[in-house]
T-cell receptor
């Protein structure tokens, strides 16, 4: 158990819909990273938050947005969903003294 | 061209064999992560190293910053080592990940 929690574990929805994925970092970690892993592509970085502020953006689509709340949990919002958005979505938090990242178990999103 | 190249892409080994997975990168970096992703999907950070060698159980990671190369070795491999192994330079808020090496260890 990494200490990073993600909900839900699985999500099945239809094209055009909107979903929210939730992540809670390890206690004490201020960073949250979001990643997407689809079947035909490797792990791809989406966005990084640190203590409530956006720090870096990767290949995140305009239909996707994220935020980190004062209690440090983060939500990734995916809207106008397309079939190609079906993927595993991971979040991770970083332990600053060792620079080790701890990954959550992932949310498997299926868009039908 | 990806800035990080892993080899081999696929590897099948017999239980007990010594395994080496290589990671080469074209950009200058100061450190490297090795990640392990099990068939169930969960990702574990194995090592973050910036020089020399690190060992954790049967896993050994080495890095040569000047030669832009890192290796992950598994001694006395076991079927539970079957996973995808991914290398990536920190911080992990970039687009640069290795494509992964799919390792299957047969009993």
């Amino acid at each position: 158990d990494s200490g990073v929690t993600q909900t839900p574990k699985h999500l099945i929805t239809a094209t055009g819909q909107r979903v929210t994925l939730r992540c809670s970092p390890r206690s004490g970690d201020l960073s949250v990273y979001w990643y997407q892993q689809s079947l035909d592509q490797g792990l791809q970085f989406l966005i990084h938050y640190y203590n409530g502020e956006e720090r870096a953006k990767g290949n995140i689509l305009e239909r996707f947005s994220a935020q980190q709340f004062p209690d440090l949990h983060s939500e990734l919002n995916l809207s106008s969903l397309e079939l190609g958005d079906s993927a595993l979505y991971f979040c991770a938090s970083r332990e600053p003294s060792t620079d080790t990242q701890y990954f959550g178990p992932g949310t498997r999103l299926t868009v039908l | 061209k990806n800035e990080v190249e892993q080899s081999p892409q696929n590897l099948t080994a017999q239980e007990g064999e010594f395994i080496t997975i290589n990671c080469s990168y074209s950009v200058g970096i100061s450190a490297l992560h090795w990640l392990q992703q099990h068939p169930g999907g969960g990702i574990v950070s194995l090592f973050m190293l910036s020089s020399g060698k690190k060992k954790h159980g049967r896993l050994i990671a080495t890095i040569n910053i000047q030669e832009k190369h890192s290796s992950l070795h598994i001694t006395a491999s076991h079927p539970r080592d079957s996973a995808v192994y991914i290398c990536a330079p920190p911080p992990l808020n970039k687009l640069v990940f290795g494509a992964g090496t799919i390792l299957r260890v047969k009993s």
